[in-house]
């Protein structure tokens, strides 16, 4: 028989404790800005307020593709959130995400700015107001939506669940790295069938949903979370390795990663690039990273 000493049992009724963990001095049960903090504005039509986190690399790739095409309206500012900092929390960016989750954006390109949040809602926003990487017609319309829909629910099994049991929680537990594990390789598996079949997610032209799952499936398959790779024998995925390494030459692609990272916290022009010290970062193939 099992020792079951150890076996957690719940309350009736829950009460918040002291979790540990990295992000034990920012998360707690209760929604709402915690201190009076304006944000800063730049110049340009589009402010985003993020990390280079996935979910915030999705939006500036979104950015830098569109610029990358020619997209000169796309203009944008971006500004970094310092999440284990608490800069989530402040009330001026509480009041463009009441979530409190990056990224948010604020669009100022026409008589009245207006706030977008969550990442896929904000990759839909610019798709439909310049017309790129998002088709106007179905079946192709709603087979990408369909695709960046898969993603976004998925993304909290990888995050949330795979990469804080495996890397962030204060203790190690078998049953969630396994749990959360399974799955992660399972949603491999289904991108995997599906490029077996077409060149991008969602058929032979490059999407939204493309950006979408590329900045989390990439950055797990570039050995993220300490080396998970190795980890989830993540090689398996042939039809997903060829995907990630088409998307990492893409040159709006390469560019979106870098905002908002140690090496360049802010982007408030393209010239801002060329301040980057790294060069490295501009390679197609990623250094792989240590943790996100």
Wanted: glycine share 8%; charged share 25%.
């Amino acid at each position: 028989m099992s020792d079951n000493s150890d076996v957690y049992t719940p309350p009736k009724v829950w009460a918040p404790a002291e979790s540990g963990g990295q992000f034990s001095g920012v998360n707690r049960p209760t929604a709402g800005a915690r201190e009076e903090k304006e944000l800063p504005v730049g110049e340009h039509p589009f402010q985003l307020y993020s990390l280079g986190t996935p979910n915030g690399v999705k939006v500036t790739t979104m950015f830098e593709e569109l610029l990358e095409a020619g997209y000169s309206d796309a203009e944008y500012d971006a500004w970094m959130i310092k999440i284990f900092d608490g800069d989530q929390f402040g009330s001026g960016f509480v009041d463009l995400n009441p979530n409190s989750k990056i990224p948010a954006l604020l669009d100022r390109s026409g008589d009245t700015p207006f706030r977008v949040f969550e990442s896929g809602a904000i990759l839909v926003h610019l798709a439909e107001k310049f017309d790129f990487l998002l088709p106007r017609t179905n079946p192709a319309r709603a087979e990408t939506l369909s695709w960046l829909m898969w993603q976004m629910g998925s993304a909290p099994f990888i995050g949330g669940g795979f990469g804080h049991f495996y890397v962030y929680a204060p203790e190690r537990y078998k049953y969630p790295i396994d749990r959360y594990a399974m799955e992660t390789k399972r949603l491999f598996d289904v991108a995997d069938q599906q490029l077996a079949k077409t060149e991008y997610l969602a058929g032979n032209d490059y999407t939204i949903a493309d950006i979408a799952a590329y900045t989390w499936l990439g950055n797990l398959y570039h050995g993220a979370y300490n080396r998970c790779d190795i980890f989830l024998s993540l090689d398996e995925y042939e039809n997903v390795g060829r995907w990630v390494k088409t998307i990492d030459k893409r040159p709006g692609a390469i560019r979106g990663r870098i905002v908002n990272t140690q090496a360049m916290a802010e982007r408030h022009s393209s010239a801002d690039f060329d301040k980057v010290e790294d060069r490295s970062l501009f390679e197609p193939v990623r250094t792989r990273p240590d943790s996100l």
